[in-house]
């Protein structure tokens, strides 16, 4: 650890968990907390766009080309928390 690191200590209910350790195993992490780390890099990577304007995420499958609009009530609150008026219902 870095001398200007610092530790946190998260509690998660059982599902949560076992998310961020299926994370962990299917993606090679070493440590919990380099998934937390690389997840809060993409939420700043998402806000920075939404900051822009940009709402929607478009996610396309590379052997075929097709593509869709990726929708998740998480991915929402992000979005639209920049843009109350986009707000559709409360959470």
């Not at 822009?52 to 991915?75: C, M």
């Given at each position: 650890m870095t001398p200007d690191a610092r530790k946190v200590l998260f509690s998660f209910d059982p599902k949560a968990y076992e998310r961020l350790k299926t994370v962990q195993k299917?993606?090679?992490?070493a440590f919990p907390n380099d998934?937390?780390?690389?997840a809060l890099s993409v939420y700043f990577a998402l806000?920075?766009?939404a900051k822009e304007g940009f709402h929607k995420i478009t996610v396309t499958n590379p052997r075929?080309?097709?593509e869709r609009i990726f929708a998740d009530p998480g991915l929402e609150l992000l979005l639209t928390c920049y843009f109350p008026q986009d707000k559709?219902?409360?959470r």
């Amino acid at each position: 650890m870095t001398p200007d690191a610092r530790k946190v200590l998260f509690s998660f209910d059982p599902k949560a968990y076992e998310r961020l350790k299926t994370v962990q195993k299917e993606c090679g992490y070493a440590f919990p907390n380099d998934v937390v780390r690389d997840a809060l890099s993409v939420y700043f990577a998402l806000r920075d766009n939404a900051k822009e304007g940009f709402h929607k995420i478009t996610v396309t499958n590379p052997r075929t080309g097709k593509e869709r609009i990726f929708a998740d009530p998480g991915l929402e609150l992000l979005l639209t928390c920049y843009f109350p008026q986009d707000k559709q219902k409360p959470r």
